[in-house]
């Protein structure tokens, strides 16, 4: 019964005090909502200018799992297109000659989401990507040419429309 007590006295602290909060602090958030809303808003048409201002960009990403990258760095990098761009993504550092702001929400919007290394090209102002991941490490895993892993590379930006 004592404990009963305690719960109904609880409840009706956490009513009195919680009301009142509720509308005290309902305008800011509010406000807030409605600021986050626009700088959404600004923040996708900013993106979308940028994806055009990069029309035909191609980027293969890759990270640091497996010590995948060394073998990447010295791999495939030096064999990559001279149209095709990398970045390294080192934890959650973002090593990318672009605008940091705009390759991160490329990034964490893929929606092929099935590992590093990725391939993403922008093409009629939309980022396109593709996984390499399980590729890759079976690549890696049984020491093919890493000619063929390049060949593969390009066939798949080209397969991105």
């Given at each position: ?30 406000l ?9 808003k600004r ?7 940028y ?14 799992r497996k ?10 990098i030096?064999?990559l ?28 919007a893929?929606s ?18 593709k ?5 890759f ?6 020491n ?18």
């Amino acid at each position: 019964m004592k404990e009963r007590l305690k719960e109904i006295a609880v409840i009706i602290f956490l009513f009195i005090i919680g009301i009142p909060l509720s509308i005290l602090f309902l305008p800011f958030i509010i406000l807030f909502l409605i600021f986050d809303f626009f700088q959404r808003k600004r923040f996708k048409k900013r993106y979308i200018n940028y994806l055009s201002s990069i029309e035909g960009k191609k980027f293969f990403c890759y990270n640091t799992r497996k010590n995948g990258h060394h073998y990447i760095e010295k791999n495939v990098i030096p064999k990559l297109a001279d149209d095709i761009e990398y970045i390294f993504m080192e934890g959650k550092n973002l090593k990318s000659a672009y605008a940091r702001e705009y390759i991160s929400h490329m990034l964490f919007a893929i929606s092929d989401r099935k590992g590093f290394p990725y391939l993403i090209k922008i093409n009629n102002g939309k980022a396109l990507d593709k996984s390499l991941n399980s590729q890759f490490y079976n690549f890696k895993s049984q020491n093919k040419n890493s000619d063929d892993l390049i060949i593969l590379i390009n066939d798949n930006f080209n397969k991105l429309k």
